[in-house]
């Protein structure tokens, strides 16, 4: 009844606000149930307007959401047993408009410049239909209300990535990388769960908002019940958004088709982590230890991740460890208290990583599939929209001071992690911006300049189309100074950080970011532009042993594979012939010894049966009498 | 007298397909899709007109009772009784059946009229099992239903692998559940001399039998007795060695229908008389009974990915699958009961889909080995996509019913057990490893041929389609079954709490 007084009220964003979701819901069954009968064409043009309309339902949502503010709809109660009532319900507020903006923004040009990414392959109604499903599930993630539609959405994505990574399936190694994607992100889902479960026993609701009202009312700061819901749902965060430990996946994700890796493992799925820490930022806030645990692990994972894209080269795997790295540098803000900064990186991310991507998808395709940076170089000038999307993406990436977007939130990082004074965060933050510089310098240079080193690259294809142009052009745009002037309204939702009262030593800390990057810029023309031998330079001495250990990014891989992989195998093989099973086979095999064994004393002779009756006898008149005298 | 004829009418049609038989297979196939769909419709008629969400208060809780005197010297009756749980489960054993005679159209084409007997034959035991309410009936239910399994396996099954025949397997099945169930007899007949010293009357009725007074050594025996032989049928680790062998050999509507019924007369029989014969001593046992549900959890995970033989492989996460039924039933909650419940339904769902989908593939390949296959995406249509969707069912994907049955028993059972329910979660980071492992090997990496084997035909298409509707339904809108058997799970979440409150790990 009270929903539906709402709705009344402010009738018209609510009732637009399922369709955010089922438009491209709306579009994955068109594709499933196609049957393979659609065209090429049909199949890229029901999965792009889909989603091109719920960025128009969002942008409706967006210009509502200054006059109406949060809304609250409630489609049905999923499930109700006594207390345990999770809906089918749906929240908007500053928060879930921000990531929906992204999701549905961002992913419309992906898919757009999917439509000319995956010209002439295979099965394209199926990546539609996986695609569509994807943003689908993000949309349910960000807009649940409650912490079991959150995990519906959660896991869909999570099943949305495994497909699509493995969407070239008839190459094993494609299919395993899915498989390893999922069973990771997995081991996070498991604590996340369990995350719900404690929250739930304990507050006895899963709506979000409840929990966090009722929470500081339950625990004080620093109650262990509290710290463990947080260290739970971070565990959580942690298996999604690949941040240490539970980040090997992220780089073999890069088997899926170049949009999959700019949608999900760059500028949506990825970063639910982040959202769910901000989402759930009343917990954290009551727990300080698994807060700067957070920043700890953000701050350990920007720097593992930027030194292991030093030494890709694979471009994709660069751009890989590269978002593990500034999914760090988010988790580094949220481990301040600075959630609304980590959410504006977030954003910022998602434009210049999804640019990033594509550029390197548009050079992919053009190279016939090569994406090599030792086959590569030399195309900036055949492929010159490619080279502008990855000098103005690598700007806001390695945060070109002023007119990049990437600057713009990093920056704020940095100064929120020495706002709330966390010296060694700001150190870690400052080194890894170095780094930043110096890997995007590296693929750059790598990739566009020098010669070309392959025929492939020699015979580079120049994009066209407005599928093409198109998303890389807005892209562009939004990576610059213009994405940073958008304003996220977290104002409402999110506490301030540490570093939003004052800003006393904020210039100082911003000309030190800016030399940093500046720095590692120069640093990087003069390594990789001048000295032309950077690959030489791994290949001797101390280098070649640094090489080997970042190009397998510390060698976490083998670590899992000798921890968990093998014994697990080891374990399946003991079994295999199903151990308890063995147990009753061993007593029907008892049973059929004793049977060949009685069996022989049916020998046929007499004098034989005449033995055993005497012997009989006297066993029995023997045993009678020792009973008598017993007695 | 609605009931009888629930029981009845599955026995006379198996006469009638037996019979029919002579008609042609076409005539057989078609009486006995008749008769299972006419015994769907009843329990649906009656789930529209009886009134299941009034808890019982004071009076019967039963919404339909039947009952004559049987052998009245012994105090057995002819006792029949339904509520929610039971309609639900007969629901399930009608769908199931309808399910069993469409899957084995082409399949089985020898002594078709035999088969078809079988196969109602046991489905109205199954029935009977659902309904009995005097002990004595129960006994003769579960013992029936079990004679025309053991020929479905040995007549029509499959020869398995490395010498494993059909014979061997049935023979194993029928050896197990026989001595189960002699220990159930045993138990059943403690019971009732407990009784007759108590009060100097015998009777097997199920509603008397709940109020005898018991010492506690004496109750936790027949308890017992009782688990053990549930446990056998779950299937409990180490008690599970038939069912391997039974599912891989049985033909494919053996298999739907031991997976999707047979092994929820296990579950049923906890909740309706282990659990409320013997409240206290359940209680005790609770903790062993969870232990017991996590080792099958990881058993049957690891024992799933070492296998080669698709259907072994279904058989094998069923029993992981039933390891969360058994920590939902001993955790006693209402929500984890529920979620019993829901599980019961959805593992119904997915494991009954899932040995269609292995059928069909073998009818199309002539082989279950796992590493025959590979690369089958792009070969077989729609197929695929649709065991896709079963195995995501089968790992616990929200919007299928099997998240929402596991997560209301890990949920429910949170507050009584956390560290019960911290290790089961870890069954489902395994439960993923060994679905995505299946799916990997059967249909994706490299084709091993070009051409397209034939696709689905229309009557599969709709079963399968059928299951996955149900799937998604009860996934995202599972509240008309959860209050079906809303005051059946209350009434045995009642007798737990009764218990459960002196226990110092309750808080």
Redesign the interface.
Known sequence: MMEHATTLSIAQPTTLLPLTFLLPLVGTLILAFSRGQLSYRASATVGTASIGLAALTTAALALGFAAAGPQQLTLWTWIAVGDFTPGISLALDGLSLTMLGVITGVGFFIHLFAAWYMRGEDGITRFYTYMNLFVFSMVLLVLGDNLLLLFLGWEGVGLCSYLLIGYYYTHSANGWAGFKAFVITRIGDVFLALGMFLLFTRLGTLNIAEILELAPQAWQAGDTTVELAAFLLLGGAMGKSAQLPLHTWLADAMAGPTPVSALIHAATMVTAGVYLIARMHGIFELAPTALYVTGVIGALTLLMAGFAALAQTDIKRVLAYSTMSQIGYMFLALGVGAYDTAIFHLMTHAFFKALLFLSAGAVIISCHHEQDMRRLGGLWRKLPLPYAGFMVGGAALAALPLISAGFYSKDEILWQALAADQQGLLIAGLVGALLTSLYTLRLIIGTFHGTAKSDNARHAETGRGLAHGLPLVVLAGLSTFVGAWITPPLAEVLPAGPGDATHVGHSSLELLAAATALGGMALGVWLFGLRRGWLRLANRGPGAGLWHLWHHAWGFDLVFDWTLVRPYRLTVWLLKSDLFDGLFRLLARLVRLLHLGLSRTQSGRVRGYAITMVAGVALILLSLALVIQGT | MILVWLIVIPFVGGLLCWQAERLGGRATRLIALATMLCELLIAFGLWLQLDFALPASGGTQWAVEYRVPWIERFGIDFHLALDGLSLILIALTGFLGVLAVLCSWREIVRRIGFFHLNLLWILGGVVGVFLAMDLFLFFFFWELMLVPMYFLIALWGHSGSKGSTRIGAAIKFFIYTQASGLLMLVAILGLVFAHHGNTGEYSFSYAVLKETTLSPTLAFWLMLGFFVAFAVKLPV??L??WL?NAHAQAPTAGSVDLAGILLKTAAYGMLRFALPLFPEASQAFAPFAMALGLVGIF?GA??A??QQDIKRFVAYTSIAHMGFVLIGIYAGT??AL?GVVVLMVAHAFSAAGLFILSGQLYERLHTRQINEMG?L??RL??MP?IY?FLI?ASLG???TAN??GE??V???T??IA?WV??LA??G??LA??YS??LM?RV?????QSDTPLKGLDTREFCMLLGLVALILWVG????PL?DTS?AAMQDIHRLFDAQSSPLPEAR
């Open positions: 680790i180490p599970h060695g391997p058993y690891v024992l990915c070492g209402e929500l529920q690369g995406w792009g249509g729609s996509g896709l995501a994907m929200p919007t998240f929402v997560f209301m890990l949920f429910g949170f507050a956390p329910v911290a979660s870890v489902l980071v993923a490893v995505l492992m990997q249909h994706y990496g490299p084709p995202l809108y599972p509240q959860l809303s």
